[in-house]
Protein backbone atom coordinates (compact mmCIF):
# COMPACT_ATOMS: atom_id res chain seq x y z
CA UNK A 1 0.00 0.00 0.00
CA UNK A 2 1.01 3.74 -0.57
CA UNK A 3 -1.35 5.05 1.52
CA UNK A 4 -1.98 8.49 0.49
CA UNK A 5 0.20 10.57 -2.18
CA UNK A 6 0.36 13.68 -3.09
CA UNK A 7 1.79 15.73 -6.30
CA UNK A 8 3.45 17.30 -7.09
CA UNK A 9 5.87 18.04 -3.70
CA UNK A 10 6.81 21.56 -4.30
CA UNK A 11 5.01 24.22 -7.05
CA UNK A 12 6.03 28.07 -7.60
CA UNK A 13 3.28 30.17 -9.16
CA UNK A 14 2.67 33.28 -10.22
CA UNK A 15 -0.30 35.01 -9.29
CA UNK A 16 -3.20 34.78 -11.28
CA UNK A 17 -2.37 31.62 -11.98
CA UNK A 18 -4.08 28.18 -11.70
CA UNK A 19 -3.06 24.73 -10.71
CA UNK A 20 -4.60 21.40 -9.66
CA UNK A 21 -2.61 19.52 -6.74
CA UNK A 22 -3.34 15.51 -6.71
CA UNK A 23 -4.29 13.06 -4.31
CA UNK A 24 -4.65 9.78 -4.42
CA UNK A 25 -5.44 7.18 -2.25
CA UNK A 26 -4.98 3.12 -2.31
CA UNK A 27 -6.81 2.43 1.21
CA UNK A 28 -10.42 2.30 0.13
CA UNK A 29 -10.85 4.80 1.73
CA UNK A 30 -14.53 6.69 1.53
CA UNK A 31 -13.38 9.96 2.96
CA UNK A 32 -10.74 12.63 1.99
CA UNK A 33 -10.00 15.58 2.72
CA UNK A 34 -8.21 19.12 2.01
CA UNK A 35 -6.19 21.04 4.93
CA UNK A 36 -3.57 23.75 4.57
CA UNK A 37 -1.05 24.50 7.18
CA UNK A 38 0.57 28.01 7.45
CA UNK A 39 4.20 28.47 8.97
CA UNK A 40 3.83 28.04 12.47
CA UNK A 41 0.47 27.38 12.86
CA UNK A 42 -1.86 24.30 12.95
CA UNK A 43 -4.00 21.90 9.99
CA UNK A 44 -7.22 24.23 8.82
CA UNK A 45 -9.25 22.28 6.55
CA UNK A 46 -10.40 23.47 3.26
CA UNK A 47 -13.13 21.03 1.66
CA UNK A 48 -13.80 17.29 2.24
CA UNK A 49 -15.82 14.28 0.78
CA UNK A 50 -17.45 11.24 1.96
CA UNK A 51 -17.36 9.65 -1.07
CA UNK A 52 -17.06 9.68 -5.05
CA UNK A 53 -19.89 13.11 -6.30
CA UNK A 54 -19.73 14.27 -2.64
CA UNK A 55 -17.76 17.27 -1.27
CA UNK A 56 -18.42 19.92 1.62
CA UNK A 57 -16.45 22.96 2.36
CA UNK A 58 -14.44 23.44 5.15
CA UNK A 59 -13.18 26.46 7.33
CA UNK A 60 -11.15 27.56 4.27
CA UNK A 61 -12.69 27.38 1.14
CA UNK A 62 -12.59 30.54 -0.55
CA UNK A 63 -10.34 30.24 -3.57
CA UNK A 64 -10.47 26.35 -4.06
CA UNK A 65 -12.36 24.32 -5.81
CA UNK A 66 -12.36 20.03 -5.61
CA UNK A 67 -14.43 16.97 -7.19
CA UNK A 68 -14.25 13.46 -6.33
CA UNK A 69 -15.19 11.39 -9.57
CA UNK A 70 -13.68 8.21 -7.77
CA UNK A 71 -13.40 6.73 -4.55
CA UNK A 72 -9.14 6.64 -5.24
CA UNK A 73 -8.86 10.46 -5.90
CA UNK A 74 -9.45 13.88 -4.35
CA UNK A 75 -7.86 16.58 -6.75
CA UNK A 76 -7.58 20.36 -5.42
CA UNK A 77 -8.02 23.26 -7.96
CA UNK A 78 -6.84 26.24 -7.48
CA UNK A 79 -7.83 29.53 -9.75
CA UNK A 80 -6.05 32.64 -9.79
CA UNK A 81 -3.44 32.19 -7.32
CA UNK A 82 -2.88 34.33 -4.87
CA UNK A 83 0.11 35.21 -2.48
CA UNK A 84 -2.22 34.04 0.83
CA UNK A 85 -2.50 30.71 -0.78
CA UNK A 86 0.87 30.15 -0.16
CA UNK A 87 1.06 27.70 2.53
CA UNK A 88 1.90 23.51 2.44
CA UNK A 89 -1.46 21.51 1.84
CA UNK A 90 -1.98 17.96 2.79
CA UNK A 91 -4.60 15.31 1.55
CA UNK A 92 -5.94 12.89 4.03
CA UNK A 93 -8.12 9.61 3.90
CA UNK A 94 -10.25 7.80 6.66
CA UNK A 95 -12.46 4.35 6.66
CA UNK A 96 -15.25 7.30 7.77
CA UNK A 97 -17.91 6.44 10.49
CA UNK A 98 -18.66 3.47 12.82
CA UNK A 99 -20.77 4.14 15.79
CA UNK A 100 -20.35 7.58 15.78
CA UNK A 101 -16.71 7.89 15.97
CA UNK A 102 -14.41 9.00 13.21
CA UNK A 103 -11.86 6.58 12.11
CA UNK A 104 -8.44 7.90 12.18
CA UNK A 105 -7.26 10.15 9.19
CA UNK A 106 -3.82 9.22 7.54
CA UNK A 107 -2.20 12.46 5.90
CA UNK A 108 -0.07 12.50 2.65
CA UNK A 109 3.17 13.71 2.56
CA UNK A 110 1.97 17.41 1.65
CA UNK A 111 2.75 19.73 -2.02
CA UNK A 112 4.18 22.97 -0.33
CA UNK A 113 2.87 25.90 -2.95
CA UNK A 114 4.46 29.56 -3.34
CA UNK A 115 2.21 32.22 -5.18
CA UNK A 116 4.73 35.17 -5.70
CA UNK B 1 -17.97 25.71 15.11
CA UNK B 2 -15.22 23.74 16.87
CA UNK B 3 -11.91 25.27 18.51
CA UNK B 4 -9.64 24.35 20.15
CA UNK B 5 -6.83 25.87 22.13
CA UNK B 6 -3.57 24.65 23.40
CA UNK B 7 -0.92 25.58 25.58
CA UNK B 8 2.01 25.75 25.85
CA UNK B 9 3.06 27.20 22.28
CA UNK B 10 6.59 25.94 23.23
CA UNK B 11 7.85 23.53 25.68
CA UNK B 12 11.53 22.44 27.02
CA UNK B 13 12.05 19.89 29.26
CA UNK B 14 15.13 17.79 29.77
CA UNK B 15 15.76 14.11 28.91
CA UNK B 16 13.98 11.46 30.95
CA UNK B 17 12.06 14.09 32.17
CA UNK B 18 8.17 14.09 31.32
CA UNK B 19 6.04 16.55 29.47
CA UNK B 20 2.45 17.47 29.17
CA UNK B 21 0.55 19.68 26.47
CA UNK B 22 -2.63 20.72 27.58
CA UNK B 23 -6.17 21.19 24.68
CA UNK B 24 -9.24 22.31 25.30
CA UNK B 25 -12.30 22.16 23.10
CA UNK B 26 -15.35 24.32 22.98
CA UNK B 27 -17.80 22.37 21.25
CA UNK B 28 -19.22 19.71 23.56
CA UNK B 29 -20.44 17.49 20.87
CA UNK B 30 -17.07 16.68 19.89
CA UNK B 31 -15.67 13.03 21.10
CA UNK B 32 -12.53 12.07 18.84
CA UNK B 33 -9.71 14.00 20.32
CA UNK B 34 -6.04 13.01 17.90
CA UNK B 35 -2.65 13.90 18.69
CA UNK B 36 -0.19 14.39 15.83
CA UNK B 37 3.62 14.70 15.95
CA UNK B 38 5.41 16.22 13.03
CA UNK B 39 8.64 16.47 11.87
CA UNK B 40 10.24 19.45 10.43
CA UNK B 41 9.22 19.17 6.67
CA UNK B 42 7.31 16.12 7.38
CA UNK B 43 2.84 15.30 7.51
CA UNK B 44 1.86 15.11 10.86
CA UNK B 45 2.07 11.31 12.17
CA UNK B 46 -0.65 10.06 14.73
CA UNK B 47 0.59 8.74 17.67
CA UNK B 48 -2.42 8.27 19.97
CA UNK B 49 -6.26 8.87 19.49
CA UNK B 50 -8.90 8.93 22.19
CA UNK B 51 -12.79 8.68 21.87
CA UNK B 52 -15.28 10.27 24.61
CA UNK B 53 -16.27 7.26 25.79
CA UNK B 54 -13.24 6.91 28.11
CA UNK B 55 -11.30 8.80 30.08
CA UNK B 56 -7.12 7.77 29.34
CA UNK B 57 -5.48 5.92 26.83
CA UNK B 58 -1.49 4.92 27.52
CA UNK B 59 0.75 3.45 24.91
CA UNK B 60 3.72 2.66 26.44
CA UNK B 61 5.59 6.14 27.30
CA UNK B 62 2.70 8.29 25.78
CA UNK B 63 -0.66 8.63 27.48
CA UNK B 64 -3.23 10.94 27.08
CA UNK B 65 -6.42 12.17 29.17
CA UNK B 66 -9.83 13.81 28.83
CA UNK B 67 -12.04 15.26 31.02
CA UNK B 68 -15.62 16.08 29.03
CA UNK B 69 -17.20 18.11 31.76
CA UNK B 70 -14.22 20.51 31.45
CA UNK B 71 -13.73 20.35 27.84
CA UNK B 72 -10.03 19.39 27.95
CA UNK B 73 -7.35 16.21 26.95
CA UNK B 74 -3.62 16.41 27.33
CA UNK B 75 -0.45 14.62 26.23
CA UNK B 76 1.43 12.83 28.42
CA UNK B 77 5.26 11.67 27.09
CA UNK B 78 7.34 10.04 30.14
CA UNK B 79 11.03 9.28 29.81
CA UNK B 80 11.25 11.81 27.30
CA UNK B 81 13.86 11.04 24.50
CA UNK B 82 15.78 13.55 21.86
CA UNK B 83 13.63 11.79 19.12
CA UNK B 84 10.76 13.30 21.13
CA UNK B 85 11.64 16.53 19.85
CA UNK B 86 9.24 17.56 17.35
CA UNK B 87 6.08 19.56 17.31
CA UNK B 88 2.79 18.40 18.47
CA UNK B 89 -0.84 18.76 17.76
CA UNK B 90 -3.87 18.40 19.36
CA UNK B 91 -7.54 18.39 16.82
CA UNK B 92 -11.14 17.52 17.82
CA UNK B 93 -13.94 16.41 15.82
CA UNK B 94 -17.55 16.03 16.47
CA UNK B 95 -18.31 12.29 14.93
CA UNK B 96 -19.10 14.37 11.99
CA UNK B 97 -17.78 13.53 8.10
CA UNK B 98 -16.44 17.19 8.59
CA UNK B 99 -12.96 16.51 9.53
CA UNK B 100 -10.61 17.82 12.55
CA UNK B 101 -10.33 20.87 14.18
CA UNK B 102 -6.44 21.64 15.40
CA UNK B 103 -4.96 23.34 17.83
CA UNK B 104 -1.73 25.48 16.92
CA UNK B 105 0.61 23.29 17.91
CA UNK B 106 3.41 22.97 20.74
CA UNK B 107 6.86 22.71 19.31
CA UNK B 108 8.31 20.37 22.16
CA UNK B 109 12.53 20.74 22.57
CA UNK B 110 14.20 17.89 24.69
CA UNK B 111 17.71 19.40 25.79
CA UNK B 112 20.34 16.69 26.47
Known amino acids: NAGVTQTPKFRILKIGQSMTLQCAQD?????MYWYRQDPGMGLKLIYYSVGAGITDKGEVPNGYNVSRSTTEDFPLRLELAAPSQTSVYFC???????????????FGPGTRLTVT | GENVEQHPSTLSVQEGDSAVIKCTYS??????FPWYKQELGKRPQLIID?????GEKKDQRIAVTLNKTAKHFSLHITETQPEDSAVYFCAASGGGADGLTFGKGTHLIIQP
Open chain 1, 27 to 31: MNHNY
Open chain 2, 50 to 54: IRSNV
Open chain 1, 92 to 106: ASSRGLAGGFVYEQY
Open chain 2, 27 to 32: DSASNY
